[in-house]
């Protein structure tokens, strides 16, 4: 990301003064995660957030029905891949629905079935593909269901 202070300062001959070099010490972690915010609908509140790392998008959070509350969130590898993905599905403000990557492949979801906070459904996947899962049917953080499908 080009930030317009910063080759200003990289312009500068090495006699600043001291107080200068601190500034930059403390600007250095806003420049490297900027909160970038957009307000879609228009009424005032951000509902889109972004990480933004050097020009690359690591991560999005979006407030899908404008409620203040993000209730959806993505995250990026180094790759640009996909490395998690999480759903607020009841817009009660918990995530309850969570999808992870690995080398951009979905390899695992997780689900709060009930949205009393704890999961209670785990997926292997291999991309399109479910390996197996368990569930905890009756909400006792026990898991009662266990299938695991031949490879
Ligand atoms: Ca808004
Ligand atoms: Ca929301
Ligand atoms: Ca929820
Ligand atoms: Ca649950």
């Known amino acids: 990301m080009y930030w317009p202070g ?3 300062m990289k312009d500068m ?5 001291l ?6 010490a403390l600007l250095a972690p806003a420049v490297a995660a900027p909160a970038l915010t957009l307000d ?3 009424d005032g509140n951000p509902d889109q957030w972004y990480e ?7 991560g999005l959070s979006l ?3 404008y409620d203040g509350q993000a209730d959806y969130a993505v995250e990026y590898d180094a790759q640009n891949r996909k490395s998690s993905e999480r759903m607020d599905f009841n817009y009660d403000g918990n995530m ?13 979801q997780e689900v709060d079935s009930n949205f009393d906070g704890r999961v209670d459904v785990w997926v292997s996947l291999e991309g399109q593909y479910i390996r197996g899962y368990e569930m905890d049917r ?4 026990v898991v009662e269901v266990r299938k695991a499908f031949g490879p």
């Open 63 to 65: 407030d899908r029905n």
């Open 96 to 108: 309850d629905d969570f999808y992870f990557f690995e080398d951009g492949q979905l390899v695992r």
């Open 52 to 58: 933004v790392v050097d020009g690359q998008v690591l």
């Open 6 to 8: 910063l080759s200003t």
């Open 19 to 24: 107080c200068l070099l601190w500034l930059l």
């Open 13 to 17: 001959k090495p006699m600043l003064p």
């Open 138 to 141: 009756d909400f006792d953080g």
């Open 40 to 42: 879609r609908n228009g």
